[in-house]
DNA sequence: TTGATGACATAGC
DNA sequence: CGCTATGCCATCA
Protein backbone atom coordinates (compact mmCIF):
# COMPACT_ATOMS: atom_id res chain seq x y z
CA UNK A 1 0.00 0.00 0.00
CA UNK A 2 0.99 3.47 -0.46
CA UNK A 3 1.32 4.41 3.10
CA UNK A 4 3.35 7.52 2.67
CA UNK A 5 3.71 8.40 6.49
CA UNK A 6 3.32 4.21 7.51
CA UNK A 7 6.70 3.13 7.18
CA UNK A 8 5.01 -0.96 7.32
CA UNK A 9 6.14 -1.04 11.69
CA UNK A 10 3.81 -0.35 13.66
CA UNK A 11 6.02 0.49 16.17
CA UNK A 12 7.95 2.63 13.72
CA UNK A 13 4.38 4.69 13.29
CA UNK A 14 3.38 4.95 16.62
CA UNK A 15 6.90 6.46 17.46
CA UNK A 16 6.24 9.36 14.22
CA UNK A 17 3.13 9.79 15.66
CA UNK A 18 4.69 11.64 19.21
CA UNK A 19 3.89 15.48 19.32
CA UNK A 20 6.41 17.48 19.90
CA UNK A 21 7.22 18.71 23.42
CA UNK A 22 5.86 15.22 24.69
CA UNK A 23 7.71 11.98 25.65
CA UNK A 24 6.64 8.56 25.79
CA UNK A 25 7.59 5.43 27.11
CA UNK A 26 8.22 2.24 25.85
CA UNK A 27 5.77 0.10 27.65
CA UNK A 28 3.12 2.79 26.10
CA UNK A 29 4.11 3.01 22.75
CA UNK A 30 4.80 -0.79 22.22
CA UNK A 31 0.95 -0.86 23.26
CA UNK A 32 -0.25 1.42 21.02
CA UNK A 33 1.11 -0.63 18.11
CA UNK A 34 -0.59 -3.47 19.15
CA UNK A 35 2.10 -5.50 21.50
CA UNK A 36 1.80 -6.14 25.10
CA UNK A 37 5.20 -6.12 25.65
CA UNK A 38 6.77 -4.92 22.50
CA UNK A 39 9.41 -2.88 24.90
CA UNK A 40 12.48 -4.08 22.70
CA UNK A 41 10.42 -3.94 19.97
CA UNK A 42 10.26 -0.54 20.36
CA UNK A 43 14.22 -0.59 21.44
CA UNK A 44 14.96 -2.71 18.08
CA UNK A 45 13.32 0.09 15.96
CA UNK A 46 15.20 3.46 17.49
CA UNK A 47 18.44 1.40 16.80
CA UNK A 48 17.85 -0.08 13.60
CA UNK A 49 15.68 2.44 11.90
CA UNK A 50 15.90 5.65 13.99
CA UNK A 51 17.68 7.10 10.89
CA UNK A 52 16.17 5.32 8.53
CA UNK A 53 12.85 6.48 9.49
CA UNK A 54 14.01 9.86 10.99
CA UNK A 55 12.66 8.59 13.97
CA UNK A 56 12.72 11.21 17.42
CA UNK A 57 14.27 8.73 19.71
CA UNK A 58 14.95 11.55 21.77
CA UNK A 59 11.20 11.70 22.64
CA UNK A 60 11.21 8.12 24.11
CA UNK A 61 11.96 7.21 27.91
CA UNK A 62 11.60 4.03 30.22
CA UNK A 63 8.87 3.68 32.08
CA UNK A 64 10.41 5.69 35.24
CA UNK A 65 10.40 8.85 32.72
CA UNK A 66 14.10 8.76 32.67
CA UNK A 67 17.02 8.55 29.92
CA UNK A 68 18.26 4.87 29.36
CA UNK A 69 20.78 5.54 26.78
CA UNK A 70 23.89 3.44 27.64
CA UNK A 71 25.90 6.25 26.34
CA UNK A 72 26.44 9.32 28.08
CA UNK A 73 27.04 11.34 25.47
CA UNK A 74 23.80 10.22 23.96
CA UNK A 75 21.56 10.80 27.09
CA UNK A 76 23.58 14.26 27.19
CA UNK A 77 22.04 14.63 23.00
CA UNK A 78 18.76 13.14 24.39
CA UNK A 79 18.46 16.23 26.86
CA UNK A 80 19.52 18.71 24.60
CA UNK A 81 17.07 17.60 22.24
CA UNK A 82 13.82 17.62 24.96
CA UNK A 83 14.87 21.14 26.24
CA UNK A 84 14.94 22.29 22.74
CA UNK A 85 11.33 21.35 22.28
CA UNK A 86 10.04 22.48 25.54
CA UNK A 87 10.57 19.92 27.89
CA UNK A 88 12.02 20.05 31.72
CA UNK A 89 14.34 17.34 31.74
CA UNK A 90 16.31 17.18 34.80
CA UNK A 91 20.12 16.78 34.81
CA UNK A 92 19.71 13.41 35.62
CA UNK A 93 17.57 12.78 32.64
CA UNK A 94 14.30 12.81 34.74
CA UNK A 95 11.24 14.19 33.11
CA UNK A 96 8.32 14.74 34.94
CA UNK A 97 5.65 12.33 32.74
CA UNK A 98 3.34 13.95 34.74
CA UNK A 99 3.47 17.48 32.62
CA UNK A 100 5.17 15.90 29.79
CA UNK A 101 3.98 11.90 29.20
CA UNK A 102 2.10 11.88 25.39
CA UNK A 103 -1.71 10.96 25.91
CA UNK A 104 -2.62 10.13 22.97
CA UNK A 105 -5.95 9.83 24.33
CA UNK A 106 -5.95 13.68 24.32
CA UNK A 107 -4.64 13.49 20.70
CA UNK A 108 -6.78 10.77 18.72
CA UNK A 109 -6.18 13.11 16.14
CA UNK A 110 -3.01 14.16 16.40
CA UNK A 111 -3.25 17.03 14.13
CA UNK A 112 -1.89 20.38 14.58
C1' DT B 1 16.49 -21.41 8.83
C1' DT B 2 18.38 -20.80 13.27
C1' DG B 3 20.46 -18.20 16.81
C1' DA B 4 21.66 -13.97 18.84
C1' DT B 5 20.77 -9.12 19.81
C1' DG B 6 18.22 -4.82 21.22
C1' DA B 7 18.08 2.45 24.74
C1' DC B 8 12.60 -2.30 28.30
C1' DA B 9 8.25 -3.91 31.19
C1' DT B 10 6.29 -6.61 34.42
C1' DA B 11 5.69 -10.22 38.04
C1' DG B 12 7.59 -12.74 41.68
C1' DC B 13 10.58 -13.43 45.66
C1' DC C 1 13.30 -2.08 48.16
C1' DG C 2 16.23 -4.46 44.62
C1' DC C 3 17.38 -8.33 41.86
C1' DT C 4 16.06 -12.27 38.69
C1' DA C 5 13.58 -14.44 35.27
C1' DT C 6 10.46 -14.30 31.50
C1' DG C 7 8.08 -12.22 27.46
C1' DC C 8 7.57 -9.89 22.88
C1' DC C 9 8.91 -8.91 17.74
C1' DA C 10 11.97 -7.59 13.94
C1' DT C 11 16.55 -7.49 11.94
C1' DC C 12 21.28 -9.26 11.01
C1' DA C 13 25.04 -12.88 10.16
Redesign the pocket.
Known amino acids: MNNTEST ?4 IDVILSIPIGKVA ?4 I ?1 KLA ?17 QKYN ?1 P ?2 R ?5 GK ?5 EE ?1 RFE ?1 IRCLLNEGVKVSEEGQIDLQEYLWKPELDPNQMS
Open positions: GNAITYGQAGYRNGARLVVWALNSSWLWYIVNAKISLSSGQ
